[in-house]
């Protein structure tokens, strides 16, 4: 089974994907209560399920290659120095107004790690597969047309608001 769906479908609204999977999961790894493991095949209970999304500060001529290989630098260990990009701050300051990344953590958090990894050119965010991920992808995205950002998707190698456009992303053949 596939559990993930690319940014443009979760905008367009598809919320019965976690429901689907919360009570059903693949390949569970249970021990017996005395240490010893056993692949349990399919097991009843709730499972966490997430993506990542990046948000990019580039230029407007960068390529969707351009875009990949800025997310796979920002994922690494190592970060640009310099002064930080003024959409960016904009753009995670009004992020975690609504969805506050820092203690007292909600339970209803869209976030399955916090906090965001916040870089002078972009924000990593690792999000739930859950109806309030689903709500703040639609603010990622609004947010990220307001400030002129891109967005690179790591699961479907698709970078969206390239050049301006927020409807159509780029995937690894285009």
């Known amino acids: 089974m596939f559990l993930y769906q690319p940014v443009w479908l979760l905008r367009a609204g598809i919320n019965a994907i ?11 790894f249970q021990t017996d209560g005395g240490g010893r493991g056993r692949r349990s095949g399919f ?3 709730h499972v966490a399920v997430s993506f990542d999304l990046v948000v990019l500060s580039v230029e407007p001529s960068a390529t969707a290659d351009d875009v990949r290989q800025m997310a796979d630098h920002c994922t690494g260990m190592e970060h640009r ?7 960016i701050v904009s753009f995670y300051e009004e ?16 976030w399955m790690s916090a906090p965001l990894a916040v870089g002078i050119d972009h924000v990593r965010m690792n999000i739930s597969y ?6 703040v992808v639609d603010v990622v995205l609004d947010l990220a047309e307001r400030y002129g950002l891109v967005i690179y998707d790591p699961q479907g190698d698709e970078v969206t608001g390239l050049r301006g456009d927020y409807e159509v992303p780029v995937g690894p053949g285009d």
């Open 18 to 28: 976690p429901k689907l999977f919360s009570g059903l999961m693949l390949g569970i």
């Open 95 to 110: 992020l975690r107004a609504r969805f506050p990344d820092h203690p007292p953590y909600d339970p209803e958090s869209p």
């Open 81 to 87: 120095d310099g002064e930080l990009d003024q959409r």
């Open 130 to 135: 859950s109806p309030r991920g689903s709500e």
């Open 43 to 45: 097991w009843s209970g």
